[in-house]
């Protein structure tokens, strides 16, 4: 079992910035593929980013160019930068985890982008 907990949402007004930290619980972090997905009011969960254990990375289309996704093996954390934030970008966003058929999801921070 895979612990994850989630930091750094907020409110902020269109176009700001905010970091969003996850740190886990395994000794194993190395081994781990890690996300960020968020999900709105009324919408399914959807990938933001992810960063494997090769140090690819993907990112959804619609943050592309605006977030950046990163992690600590030694720390055992994984970041979400986030910036020119969109009210569309409103959410809750969630740390994961996955090792083969196995993933693992923090309990969430709320990320609200609001004048």
């Known amino acids: 079992q895979v612990h994850l907990v989630e930091s750094g949402g907020g409110l902020v007004q269109p176009g700001g910035s905010l970091r969003l930290s996850c740190v886990a619980s395994t000794s194993f972090f190395r081994s781990y593929n890690m996300g960020w997905f968020r999900q709105a009011p009324g919408n399914q969960r959807e990938l933001v980013a992810d960063?494997?254990?090769?140090?690819?990375?993907n990112y959804g289309d619609s943050v592309k160019g605006r977030f950046t996704i990163s992690r600590d093996n030694a720390k055992k954390m994984v970041f979400l930068q986030m910036n020119s934030l969109k009210p569309e970008d409103t959410g809750v966003y969630y740390c994961?985890?996955?090792?083969?058929?196995?993933?693992?999801w923090g309990q969430g921070t709320q990320v609200t982008v609001s004048s």
């Open positions: 994961n985890a996955g090792i083969a058929s196995t993933n693992y």
């Open positions: 960063i494997r254990i090769d140090g690819s990375i």
